[in-house]
Nanobody
Framework: QVQLVESGGGLVQPGGSLRLSCAAP????????MGWYRQAPANQREFVAR???????AYSDSVKGRFTISRDNAKNTVYLQMNSLNPEDTAVYYC??????????????WGQGAPVTVSS
């Protein structure tokens, strides 16, 4: 099963910063949108940010102005720079990309999840 590889999660104090990375294997062809969701304990998975192949970005209201999504197409990698973190940002962060499946249609591919804990 094809899976994205995430890194950069961890423990940070309120007000601090973290940068998440997510690399997609070269076997995923024609990647279009790349992005991030998160899931806090006892909550549903929620949208965080996404970036199109052309660089257009979108953010949830809860992270707008604090988080920045970017991508490196040559490396098939998406990043999430998280600043001014607060305890409400504590969650497991999942990256995804939209790319071609083996049958030729588009599908989502997911990372394994990167835990982020914001606590003093």
């Amino acid at each position: 099963q094809v899976q994205l590889v995430e890194s950069g999660g961890g423990l940070v104090q309120p007000g601090g910063s973290l940068r998440l990375s997510c690399a997609a294997p070269g076997s995923i062809r024609s990647i279009t949108t790349m992005g991030w969701y998160r899931q806090a304990p006892a909550n549903q998975r929620e949208f965080v940010a996404r970036i199109s192949s052309g660089g257009t970005t979108a953010y949830s209201d809860s992270v707008k102005g604090r988080f920045t999504i970017s991508r490196d197409n040559a490396k098939n990698t998406v990043y999430l720079q998280m600043n001014s973190l607060n305890p409400e940002d504590t969650a497991v962060y999942y990256c995804y990309v939209v790319g071609l499946s083996g049958s030729g249609g588009l599908r989502n591919y997911w990372g394994q999840g990167a835990p982020v804990t914001v606590s003093s």
